[in-house]
């Protein structure tokens, strides 16, 4: 439910530092402040990046290698996909059956074999999660709803109860050097507007929008009765605000069919997941929040969104230790969650007709040892990581490169986290006249020089 719970306070300061994670800027300066179109430089593409946090395992994804020997190939099998000749780890039979619809790349290298956020945030993104690089060009929030244009969403932003977001292997929301104005909106964090905003819908308040909406209203009449604002820009800021968070955070708005489709919180018993890893409350936060995170992203890009980042805490990650549990077992706890939720999002994209206006990017930091080890889990490996993509007018429907015969190196050409930002830059940026923009930091020039995965663009 949303809820203003001091309209006083909300009247002076909701428009303030810190309120959209807009740094110094408010909503009325950014509206005064357009005096360029940036919409020029936009493609009006978004991008959804699902970061698979902990380092996925290429074999039981992507690349099964099921004539590889045994402790090499996939130890969860593989499943046919819709594309002839090609196989998923058997985890990700929904996913199979979109093969036609999406790209894998079993030729991707992140660059190393430690626990960070690359290819998310990295050297080639400059220190900044790339949606700070789209905010930079596009600004922090849209003109016509109001809607931060770069967003985070974590677990906690659905689940209220859910863990706090994992920032100890890299900040999420870091700007880089383009100012904390463009740092990701987090919702369900611990900014000043999101202690007057509940914009976690529980489950059993889904269906009551006139509660909601009744709230606005009492908003909007506490608003008015002080006077309003008389600042056209600040009137401006005020009721694009107003009608984008409305529209895009109220999720009673999609029927309980496609509720229940992107509902991934009972495909798993939680007393089925042992307690005898450290790791299980993040097995339990990604079974209970990763569909309703899609969901949101879906509707956050409808909105005006830019980019959105959407990751679970840490559960790719597959050692076989005291936190972790091994790639079979781990996998029916991480697997199923992401085949669901993904497969919704691909299923609801389609439907509205948008895949060539949002692209979906799924990869982690890197992947998993081609040999699995004595305990039954896959270690760090920096040698080869699966990357799955969907949707951004790119061509679908293919596997770009090949792994050697362990999945242990590419085979082919590797393709690199600055081929992948690349290819986010070419969905997002019209890079011929981002070249020649005035005005801009040269690091966001230097991405037109970024190669992008040339089979898909």
Request: glycine share 12%; net charge neutral.
């Amino acid at each position: 439910m949303l809820s203003f719970r001091d309209p006083a306070w909300s009247r002076r300061e909701f428009l303030r530092v810190g309120t959209l994670g807009l740094g110094g800027l408010s909503l009325a300066d950014v509206a005064a402040a357009r005096s360029a179109d940036p919409e020029s430089l936009l493609t009006g593409r978004s991008v959804v990046f699902l970061f698979m946090h902990g380092g996925p395992p290429q074999t039981e994804t992507f690349d099964p290698k099921m004539g590889a020997p045994s402790g090499i190939r996939s130890v969860t099998g593989e499943v046919q996909t819709s594309l002839p000749g090609v196989t998923y780890g058997s985890t990700f039979p929904l996913l199979a059956k979109l093969a036609h619809k999406s790209a894998v790349v079993r030729s991707f290298v992140t660059g190393d074999a430690n626990h960070n956020i690359k290819p998310l945030v990295c050297p080639d993104t400059y220190g900044a999660n790339p949606g700070s690089i789209f905010a930079r060009v596009a600004g922090s929030n849209h003109p016509g709803t109001g809607i931060p244009t770069n967003v985070a969403v974590f677990p906690r932003a659905v689940t209220p109860d859910a863990q706090a977001a994992n920032h100890s292997f890299g900040n999420f929301l870091s700007p880089g050097p383009f100012g904390a104005a463009f740092a990701p909106f987090e919702p369900g964090g611990n900014g000043q507007l999101q202690k007057d905003m509940t914009l976690a819908i529980p489950r059993e308040r889904l269906g009551d929008r006139r509660a909601l909406l009744d709230q606005l209203d009492d908003f909007q009449r506490a608003f008015d009765a002080g006077g309003g604002l008389t600042d056209p820009f600040r009137e401006q800021a005020f009721s694009v605000l107003l009608a984008g968070v409305s529209k895009a955070f109220d999720l009673s708005d999609e029927s309980p069919r496609l509720l229940e489709r992107y509902d991934t919180s009972g495909l798993i018993r939680e007393d089925h997941v042992s307690s005898k890893w450290k790791n299980r409350k993040n097995y339990l936060d990604h079974i209970r929040s990763l569909g309703r995170q899609m969901l949101l992203a879906r509707r956050l890009c409808e909105s005006g969104c830019g980019f959105v980042t959407v990751t679970t805490n840490f559960v790719w990650d597959f050692h076989s230790d005291e936190n972790n549990a091994p790639v079979e077992e781990g996998l029916r706890y991480v697997g199923a969650p992401f085949d669901h939720a993904v497969s919704a999002f691909i299923e609801d994209v389609e439907s509205r007709r948008l895949s060539d206006k949002i692209l979906l990017v799924a990869c982690g930091e890197m992947g998993r040892s081609p040999r699995v080890n004595k305990g039954g889990g896959r270690d760090h490996w920096g040698g080869l990581a699966p990357l799955f993509l969907y949707g951004g007018g790119l061509k679908m429907g293919q596997v770009v490169g090949d792994s050697t015969r362990d999945a242990g190196e590419p085979n082919t050409s590797a393709i690199t986290a600055r081929h992948l930002m690349g290819t986010i830059a070419h969905t997002l940026f019209d890079l011929g006249k981002l070249r020649v923009a005035r005005g801009l930091p040269d690091e966001i020039v230097r991405l037109t020089e970024y190669d992008p995965i040339r089979e898909l663009v």
